[in-house]
């Protein structure tokens, strides 16, 4: 990565307050620290999502499910923790995309726009 990306991260760090108030910020803050110490590449951190995700069914499952009639808003504010998981799975996975596509995208452009000569067959 060139550069400290800090409008990204002040971006990042609102937008998951505001979404996910003081879990949110700890989650952001938790991703600028390890962005600054590790620097992961794109993959890494949609891995990284795909196994908070893969949390979540466990979480609920260990916290035992409901009678059917008993679903509702009950249940996602009695499993907290599932819920936070995966909304910092879904951050993640969102900003693991959006880097590998800015970094596709110059690639892109110096790629030559001409196509290999190809031979027709009569």
């Known amino acids: 990565m060139k550069g400290r990306p800090t409008v990204e991260w002040a971006l990042?760090?609102?937008?998951?307050?505001?979404v996910g108030g003081t879990v949110g910020l700890v989650v952001a803050a938790a991703f600028v620290v390890y962005d600054l110490?590790?620097?992961p590449a794109p993959r890494d951190l949609q891995v990284i999502a795909i196994l908070l995700l893969?949390?979540?069914?466990?979480?609920?499952?260990?916290?035992?499910?409901?009678?059917?009639?008993?679903?509702?808003?009950d249940f996602v504010q009695?499993?907290?923790?599932?819920?936070?998981?995966?909304?910092?799975?879904?951050?993640?996975?969102?900003?693991?995309?959006?880097?590998?596509?800015?970094a596709e995208a110059p690639a892109a452009a110096e790629a030559p726009d001409a196509e290999p000569d190809r031979e027709v067959a009569r």
């Open 37 to 39: 110490v590790r620097e």
């Open 78 to 102: 009695g499993n907290l923790v599932a819920h936070h998981l995966a909304g910092a799975g879904l951050a993640l996975l969102v900003v693991g995309v959006l880097r590998e596509v800015r």
């Open 12 to 18: 990042l760090v609102a937008a998951l307050w505001l």
């Open 54 to 73: 893969g949390l979540v069914p466990l979480v609920v499952l260990a916290r035992g499910l409901p009678a059917a009639a008993a679903i509702g808003t």
